[in-house]
């Protein structure tokens, strides 16, 4: 089956995920967590790419990116998993492939699902068990987000300004967000959705995003009335 193209609106922000190959780790120690970050402030100022939110797992990565560029994301993901390769393979005698094919991607609409997004990546540590809560993790940008630390690599979207007036009402704002955990049919939404390179976001963001670039942005509802005396009818008819 041919692979679906992306979808790719500059301005738009997109939740990505980048897998080791067979699910293997990808950062060993703690250079390697660094060199990557490194080059991943690198790949987004090279390539005019806005970071938002990001968290580094053993063996994967998500990313909140806004493209100010058609190319800018894929651009942006291709040099850093060069840096990264050459990197790793070298740091642990290695060679061959270290991520598992493309890259996962999905349209955010931002008034509705940004700030989800966020929560969704940076409470990953927490629902692996790896840590109790997200500001014990450190490879996340919650402790930016949350706390203003300075990382010198995220960028906080307007949905994130509106939280507060001030940098401390912000982030007094967004900590409140993290005080319950999101429920399993928002994180099936958005697991379903960057799998499978859908949209995620409200129906009325999907209708202006498939007018916009004329193709599906979510799958077709199956089944249907089998009963029904229209169905009957066109069954009959497909078989003149």
């Given at each position: 089956m041919a692979r679906l193209p992306r979808f790719i609106i500059p301005g738009h922000p997109q939740h990505i995920i980048i897998r080791g190959n067979n699910r293997e780790?990808?950062?060993y120690a703690t250079e390697d967590y660094q060199f990557y970050l490194t080059k991943l402030r690198d790949a987004?100022?090279?390539h005019d790419?806005?970071?938002?939110a990001y968290v580094l797992m053993t063996n994967h990565v998500h990313l909140l990116i806004t493209p100010n560029s058609e190319n800018g994301i894929s651009k942006a993901i291709q040099m850093l998993g060069r840096?990264?390769?050459q990197y790793f393979n070298y740091s642990y005698k290695r060679t061959?492939?270290?991520?598992e094919g493309r890259y996962k991607a999905s349209l955010i609409d931002s008034s509705s699902y940004l700030l989800t997004c966020y929560r969704y990546i940076e409470l990953n540590?927490?629902?692996a068990g790896m840590v109790e809560h997200p500001s014990d993790y450190p490879w996340s940008s919650y402790c930016f987000n949350a706390l203003g630390r300075t990382d010198h690599l995220t960028v906080p979207h307007a949905e994130y300004l509106s939280l507060g007036n001030t940098e401390y009402n912000r982030q007094q704002v967004y900590r409140a967000l993290f005080k319950?955990?999101?429920n399993e049919k928002t994180?099936?939404?958005i697991r379903s959705a960057t799998n499978k390179a859908w949209v995620l976001g409200s129906d009325y963001f999907k209708e202006q995003i498939a007018e916009k670039i004329n193709r599906a942005v979510s799958p077709e509802s199956c089944g249907g009335d089998r009963c029904s005396e229209k169905y009957l009818r066109e069954k009959g008819n497909s078989r003149v």
């Open positions: 780790a990808i950062f987004c100022k090279k790419c806005e970071l938002h840096y990264y390769v061959g492939t270290l991520w540590p927490v629902r319950n955990h999101l994180l099936n939404d």
